[in-house]
């Protein structure tokens, strides 16, 4: 349990502020901007994430090993997930800066991939799935990937705000 609500904590979290976006100046899009607007937006996302969050978190912890996924479990799963779509074609809309272009593809494409996996995931839980076979398939080489890729598109920005001499945390 503690490996998927650190997948799931981890990925709303990081993928939130590694897909934000900026703001434009007279010349097009202004990197400062972009990076101030990332953390403001990620706190705005984490507070409609954290509820479902704690949901999740309830819905879990009272299940063991062999307990039934129940159908509010798979749902505030898919949620999440559909929130993290979501999320990824705000972020593609948004005029992003040329220095930050690379990343922030990287970024909505591996929040897009992730939903992706969480899509897939969410419909294949039937009436018979048990904790824990919901259990490994967070902890499947596919899970694991998409966290380090995750990972890796975060401490990409972060990077970029660092060399830029902007100071803000990405909290990768």
Same mark, same amino acid.
Not at 58 to 80: F, I, S, Y
Not at 133 to 152: D, P, W
């Given at each position: 349990?503690?490996?998927?609500?650190?997948?799931? &904590?981890?990925?709303?979290?990081?993928?939130?502020?590694?897909?934000?976006?900026?703001?434009?100046?007279?010349?097009?899009?202004?990197? =400062?901007?972009?990076? #101030?607007?990332? =953390?403001?937006?990620? #706190?705005?996302?984490?507070?409609?994430?954290?509820?479902?969050?704690?949901?999740?978190?309830?819905?879990?912890?009272?299940?063991?090993?062999?307990?039934?996924?129940?159908?509010?479990?798979?749902?505030?799963?898919?949620?999440?997930?559909?929130?993290?779509?979501?999320?990824?074609?705000?972020?593609?809309?948004?005029?992003?800066?040329?220095?930050?272009?690379?990343? #922030?593809?990287?970024?909505?494409?591996?929040?897009?991939?992730?939903?992706?996996?969480?899509?897939?995931?969410?419909?294949?839980?039937?009436?018979?799935?048990?904790?824990? =076979?919901?259990?490994?398939?967070? =902890?499947?080489?596919?899970?694991?990937?998409?966290?380090?890729?995750?990972?890796?598109?975060?401490?990409?920005?972060?990077?970029?705000?660092?060399?830029?001499? &902007?100071?803000?945390?990405?909290?990768?």
């Amino acid at each position: 349990m503690k490996r998927i609500m650190s997948v799931l &904590i981890a990925g709303s979290l990081t993928m939130t502020v590694v897909l934000i976006a900026g703001c434009k100046s007279d010349d097009g899009p202004n990197l =400062e901007g972009f990076l #101030r607007e990332a =953390e403001r937006l990620d #706190r705005a996302h984490e507070a409609s994430a954290t509820p479902l969050r704690e949901t999740l978190g309830t819905l879990m912890g009272a299940l063991q090993p062999k307990d039934l996924v129940t159908p509010d479990l798979k749902q505030t799963l898919a949620t999440l997930f559909e929130q993290e779509e979501k999320l990824a074609g705000e972020i593609e809309k948004i005029e992003t800066p040329d220095e930050a272009t690379g990343v #922030r593809d990287e970024a909505v494409n591996s929040l897009r991939t992730e939903a992706e996996f969480g899509r897939k995931l969410a419909a294949g839980i039937t009436p018979t799935t048990t904790f824990e =076979e919901l259990t490994g398939l967070f =902890e499947s080489e596919e899970a694991v990937q998409l966290e380090s890729r995750r990972t890796n598109a975060c401490a990409g920005l972060q990077d970029l705000a660092d060399k830029s001499g &902007i100071a803000v945390d990405m909290s990768c």
